[in-house]
């Protein structure tokens, strides 16, 4: 296992759904990023986390609830979506949070909120 | 204010040919980084280069080339002979002043090589 993988890499889900994205990263490092890339819009920054701390809350709405359980793992817990989250979600790692390291990304989710 | 500019929003070209993606970029700050990254079809970002502004050399990997021109605030990426391979989205990004983890994205370049 190489890189920053991430499961599902497709998710069709009801507003009123509870789902989990995972990411894991066989880097490493201790920082972990998870983005969100609509379409036509700058990609945008939504949490980080360094050995384990969240450092980063980019203003995120409640229903979106990261988890760092280990410097390894990465989740995003998802409960009462809008249409308007539906986007392709990146997870990112570096070997710390600093923006003079280089990220190096997974394939993303690609989630679509009914 | 800081800002990432790649006005080409899509380019299209033929196989071979050669192709110029722009970065501009605005920045007060007078050391910085700037990179650039590469989105295929399937998803993922991959890293391409981290230029220092400290470092105006001009940058050579393989078909990939990089002019860095610090008068013009520019970061222009070339690919030479270009393949099919290389149809993806590409993007410019700066780092965020006072910010340990924010960088600032370029809206991206849709680079489509036909063959």
């Known amino acids: 296992e190489t890189g920053v993988t991430q499961t599902p890499r497709h998710l069709v889900m009801g507003m009123t759904n509870k789902k989990s994205l995972k990411c894991e990263q066989h880097l490493g490092h201790n920082a972990m990023y998870w983005y969100k890339q609509s379409a036509k819009k700058p990609l945008e920054l939504m949490f980080v986390?360094?050995?384990?701390?969240?450092?980063e809350n980019n203003s995120v709405p409640s229903r979106f609830s990261p988890e760092c359980p280990n410097s390894s793992h990465l989740f995003l817990h998802l409960h009462t979506l809008q249409p308007e989250d539906s986007a392709l979600y990146l997870c990112?790692?570096?070997?710390?949070?600093?923006?003079?390291?280089?990220?190096?990304f997974g394939p993303g989710t690609r989630l679509l909120v009914l | 204010a800081q800002k990432v500019t790649q006005a080409q929003t899509e380019i299209s070209v033929v196989e071979k040919e050669d192709v110029t993606l722009d970065c501009v970029y605005e920045?007060?700050?007078?050391?910085?980084?700037l990179f650039w990254y590469k989105q295929p079809p399937s998803g993922e970002l991959v890293f391409l280069i981290r230029?220092?502004?400290?470092d105006e050399q001009n940058e050579i990997s393989g078909r990939y080339s990089w002019n860095f021109q610090k008068s013009t605030s520019s970061f222009n990426f070339t690919i030479t002979a270009s393949q099919v391979v290389d149809s993806a989205v590409y993007f410019c990004?700066?780092?965020?002043?006072?910010?340990?983890?924010?960088?600032?994205w370029g809206a991206g370049t849709k680079l489509i090589i036909k063959p």
């Open positions: 990112a790692s570096s070997k710390t949070s600093s923006t003079l390291e280089t990220q190096y």
């Open positions: 230029r220092n502004s400290f």
């Open positions: 990004a700066l780092p965020k002043r006072d910010s340990n983890y924010q960088l600032i």
């Open positions: 920045t007060r700050d007078t050391t910085y980084y």
């Open positions: 986390y360094n050995f384990k701390e969240q450092t």
